[in-house]
């Protein structure tokens, strides 16, 4: 079955200081993959997704993304960290095929925070 | 554009009641889901759809049914409240392929 583990629940950063919000992801081919994040009280964004391709793609806000298939893992970075960043940060898979084609999956989400 | 909408916004239950959340979007898009967001639990898919008329179970469907009779609408039921499932209930669609989800803003559902 698949499934999206984010190691850390909760990250502080330093306005204008990198960041790096890890994704681990289980699945038995290469998956769709995607970043979402979630200001409070509100519902889902799309920052960026991984199909195919060049595996360091490009999303909204600054922030980029790593596939590596041998780590099984879609770090999202961003060079510098602003205090509207602050929000909660999911990562996501989706079947590609089989029998759980279209069946999208969320990992347990990062709160970030920002310190001015 | 209204996107994906749920209705209602929020929701006060009592053990046992039953209650339909609808999930309604109008951008013609094949797929749907409906997910249940708790602190520290992410975003765990309930039921989703693949197109009219058919419904598959996510990780976490006991206590919920689905129907999607309709391609622009995806219904969440509870047969029978629990507070338990007392959340925060996301809607989403996207169509077929290799596409984002949108998804709406979200229904807050309280179980006493």
């Known amino acids: 079955a698949q499934s999206v583990t984010q190691p850390d629940i909760h990250i502080t950063v330093s306005e204008g200081a990198s960041l790096e919000l890890r994704c681990n992801y289980s699945?038995?081919?290469?998956?769709?993959l995607f970043w979402y994040v979630q200001s409070p009280g509100q519902g889902l964004q799309l920052l960026l997704k991984y199909f195919s391709g060049d595996t360091l793609v490009q999303g909204i806000k600054g922030f980029e993304a790593e596939f590596k298939r041998s780590q099984s893992s879609f770090n999202l970075r961003k060079p510098s960290v602003h205090w509207s960043d602050a929000a909660e940060y999911f990562c996501a898979v989706m079947g590609a095929g089989g029998t759980s084609y279209g069946k999208l999956t969320f990992g347990q989400g990062t709160i970030l925070t920002v310190h001015p | 554009n209204a996107g994906v909408t749920q209705t209602p916004k929020f929701r006060v239950l009592k053990t046992g009641q039953s209650m339909t959340l609808l999930c309604a979007q109008d951008m013609n898009h094949e797929y749907m889901y409906w997910y249940r967001q708790d602190p520290g639990m992410g975003l765990r898919l309930i039921h989703y759809s693949v197109g009219e008329g058919t419904t598959a179970k996510g990780e976490v469907p006991d206590g919920y049914n689905v129907s999607r009779l309709k391609k622009q609408n995806f219904l969440l039921g509870l047969e029978s409240a629990a507070p338990s499932q007392t959340s925060v209930y996301f809607c989403?669609?996207?169509?077929?392929?290799?596409?984002?989800?949108?998804f709406g803003q979200g229904t807050r559902l309280t179980v006493v």
């Open positions: 699945y038995g081919a290469t998956p769709y």
């Open positions: 989403a669609s996207r169509e077929r392929g290799s596409s984002e989800a949108f």
